[in-house]
C-alpha cells in the first residue's frame, strides 16, 4: 500500500507502534476484528482521534464491525518497515544503557540493538544481552549498515560522541542526556530527559488532576 508519509501528521506517526504492538498482540490471540473503542482503552487515545489516524492511510473500519485485525497488522508491518530489522547502535554502557541491552526491542518490534561502544576497559569485549561491546575508539570502524543510535553518555560528551556519528553517516539519533546536542539538518534526534518527564509528570498530576469518569 503505497502512502506519502510526509501527508501523516507527526503525533499520528507517533502512535503508530502503540496501534502495532496492540494489533499484534490481538493477531497471536486469534482474534479477527476490533473496534475502535476497543481499540482507544488500551492505547489510551480517544476513539475519534483512532478513527482520523486510520483516515490517512484509508484503513476504516466498517460500521458496527469494526477493523480487521489481519489487514491492520499487514498494514502496520509495511508502514513501520517491520518486516525489515532496523540494526541500532548503543553508545555508553552505563546503568541505563546496561538496561537496554538487556531489554533490547525483539519483542515488540524488530528494532535490534546489534553493538554498543564505551570506554571501560572491563566492559570492552564482554557481551551484554548478546551485544558485544566495543571500545568508542572502533566506533566509525563498526558503524556499518547502522543508521540510529541510542545516546547513553555523560552530558559533556554527547556533542562529541554526536559529532562522530554523524561523520560516521547515522541518520537518527534517540538522545538520553540532557545535552541538547547539534546535528546537521538531514539527521533526526529525539530528546528524552528523564529528568524532565518527570518533572513534567509530577507538575500535570499537582494543576491538572484527573477528573474520574
Request: glycine residues 6%; proline residues 3%.
Amino acid at each position: 500500500m503505497e502512502m506519502e508519509q510526509n501527508k501523516i501528521p507527526q503525533a499520528t506517526a507517533k502512535r503508530l507502534p502503540l496501534y502495532y504492538r496492540f494489533i499484534n498482540n490481538l493477531h497471536t490471540q486469534g482474534k479477527s476484528r476490533v473496534s475502535s473503542k476497543e481499540l482507544s482503552e488500551a492505547v489510551k487515545v480517544d476513539s475519534a482521534t483512532i478513527r482520523r489516524d486510520f483516515s490517512y492511510f484509508g484503513a476504516l473500519g466498517k460500521k458496527g464491525y469494526g477493523y480487521n485485525v489481519e489487514y491492520l497488522l499487514s498494514f502496520f508491518r509495511q508502514t513501520l518497515d517491520q518486516d525489515e530489522t532496523t540494526e541500532v547502535a548503543l553508545i555508553g554502557v552505563g546503568n541505563l544503557g546496561t538496561a537496554f541491552l538487556h531489554y533490547n526491542f525483539t519483542k515488540n518490534n524488530n528494532t535490534k540493538i546489534q553493538i554498543a561502544f564505551d570506554t571501560q576497559s572491563e566492559k570492552i569485549g564482554s557481551v551484554i544481552g548478546n551485544v558485544p561491546i566495543e571500545h568508542i575508539d572502533q566506533l566509525e570502524a563498526k558503524m556499518s549498515n547502522i543508521s540510529v543510535a541510542i545516546l547513553t553518555v555523560p552530558s559533556s560528551a554527547a556533542q562529541g560522541i554526536a559529532d562522530r556519528l554523524v561523520a560516521a553517516g547515522i541518520s537518527g539519533i534517540l538522545n538520553f542526556t540532557p545535552a541538547r546536542i547539534t546535528v546537521p539538518e538531514h539527521v533526526r534526534v529525539h530528546h528524552i530527559d528523564l529528568a524532565v518527564e518527570l518533572q513534567a509528570l509530577v507538575y500535570f498530576l499537582k494543576h491538572y488532576p484527573l477528573e474520574e469518569e
